[in-house]
C-alpha cells in the first residue's frame, strides 16, 4: 500500500510511537482509533516485528519497543486467539515494569465486549505452564482480572491455581482480619480452594504463607472447617509418605 494512503496513516502514527519506546502515547493513539483504523494498526503489527527480527541481532536492540508493541497489539488484534498468541510470543518474555504493562493492557482490554474477553480469559488460562510461571506471572495476573470480571468458571489448569496460591501468598504475609474478608469474596478463592487439594504437586506452591492464610480464615469463620480438614485429610491419606509436609501442617492448625 502506498505511503500517505488513508488506511496507512494510523500504522504510521502508531509505528512512530513504538519504534520511540513511547508505550504511554502508543495506549494514547490505539484507544482513539477506530475500527478502520485498529484494523489496518493489526494488519501492520507482524510485519513490523519480522522485520525487526530480520534487521537486528535480537530482541534486546529493541526491547524497548516490546511494552509499545504488546498494548498495540491487545488494543488492536481482532480475535481472543490473536491476542492470546500475541502476549504469549517468547519475543516479549515479561523483562521490565510487568506490573504497570499488564494494567495497561487489562486497561485495553476491557474496551472489548463480555464474551470476547471471557474467550480470551479461557484461552490465556490454557495456555499458562507451571514450569514457566515465574516469568508468565503477568500473564496470569491478566487471566485472573479477566476471570474475575467476567464470572467465567476457569478451565482445569493447574498452573492457575498454582499462580493464585502464590498471589494468596503474597497477600497473606501482612493480612489481618478486614484483608482476610476481602480475600474470602474473591471469586477465585470459592472456585481454586478445592482445586489445591487436586493439584499433582501442591507442595511446589503451598507453603508456610499459604497455610497460615487458610487456616486464619478457618479459625475466623470464613472456611468451612469440616470441609477443609476433610479435604486435606483426605490426600494426606492418598499421598501416605509422599505427603507434602506443608499438608500436614495446615492439617495440625485446623484439626
Known sequence: MAAGAGPMIPWQNVAERIVAGDTAGTLQ???????????????????????????????????????????????????????????????????????????????????????????????????LRASHLDVEIPHWRIAASLVRETGIEPPPNDAFVVGWLRSLGVAGQAARRPDLERLARDPLFVRLLPRVFDLAGPGSALSGAQV????????????????????????????????????????????
Open 29 to 127: 493513539l490505539v484507544t482513539a482509533l477506530d475500527a478502520g483504523g485498529r484494523r489496518a494498526v493489526a494488519a501492520e503489527l507482524p510485519r513490523h516485528l519480522a522485520e525487526l527480527k530480520r534487521t537486528t541481532d535480537g530482541w534486546w536492540e529493541w526491547r524497548a519497543q516490546i511494552p509499545a508493541l504488546r498494548v498495540a497489539g491487545a488494543a488492536c488484534l481482532p480475535g481472543p486467539g490473536a491476542v492470546t498468541n500475541w502476549l504469549y510470543r517468547r519475543d516479549f518474555g515479561w523483562r521490565d515494569d510487568h506490573v504497570a504493562d499488564a494494567g495497561r493492557i487489562l486497561g485495553v482490554l476491557r474496551r472489548r465486549l463480555e464474551p470476547w474477553r471471557a474467550d480470551l480469559a479461557r484461552r490465556m488460562v490454557e495456555r
Open 212 to 255: 497460615d492464610i487458610i487456616a486464619r480464615m478457618v479459625h475466623e469463620g470464613l472456611l468451612d472447617r469440616a470441609e477443609i480438614l476433610d479435604r486435606v485429610a483426605g490426600r494426606l491419606l492418598a499421598d501416605g509418605a509422599a505427603a507434602v509436609p506443608a499438608l500436614a501442617e495446615l492439617h495440625d492448625r485446623i484439626a
